[in-house]
């Protein structure tokens, strides 16, 4: 069992360190990451068919998708705290009279599709606020790690070059 622990904790190691040298660059992995938190932020009162988006949002925006599908599962953790901002801003941006009124539905069902709509416009509206809020500090970061293993690379590579003196 120990074996097999140690062997999921070398392959996210390996599958990060792929993810941080990524060709592309650093804006590619930051924009799947903010991709993938915005889609999060609306995905659940839509019953998850908002993943969808993924997929046609990191082709048109050149995003990564293995940091997109991070940014999903890191929006996951977050949601439900930020579900209540959800609603406040869904509220602040839809009518005071909007509601969702189908005839043949019990009032409690109304409710609860007024309630998810809500939830799907502060989702959207939040969801990209916060996109643009991590984009620039993830690209940031990681262009901060490839600068350093640069440097650490000529170092190594001055330290094991031959001095060639002029004779």
Not at 56 to 65: D, Q
Not at 109 to 117: D, G, K, M, Q, R
Not at 119 to 140: H, S
Request: hydrophobic residues 50%; proline residues 5%.
């Amino acid at each position: 069992m120990a074996h097999r622990f140690v062997r999921f904790k070398r392959w996210l190691r390996y599958k990060y360190v792929g993810l941080l040298r990524a060709k592309g660059g650093a804006s590619m992995v930051a924009m799947g990451f903010a991709i993938g938190l915005a889609i999060e932020m609306f995905t659940f009162p839509t019953f998850g068919f908002a993943f969808l988006l993924i997929f046609p949002l990191v082709y048109l925006l050149k995003g990564n998708l293995p940091a997109a599908l991070i940014g999903f599962v890191f929006g996951k953790l977050i949601y439900i705290p930020m579900a209540f901002l959800h609603a406040i801003v869904g509220g602040w941006v839809l009518p005071k009279h909007f509601t969702v009124h189908i005839p043949f539905l019990y009032p409690w069902v109304n409710e609860a599709l007024t309630t998810s709509l809500k939830l799907i416009v502060g989702g959207i509206i939040n969801g990209a606020l916060l996109g643009a809020l991590f984009y620039f500090p993830i690209k940031t970061s990681l262009e901060a790690f490839k600068n350093k293993r640069r440097e650490k690379r000529k170092l190594r590579r001055g330290r094991l070059e031959p001095k060639v003196s002029g004779e």
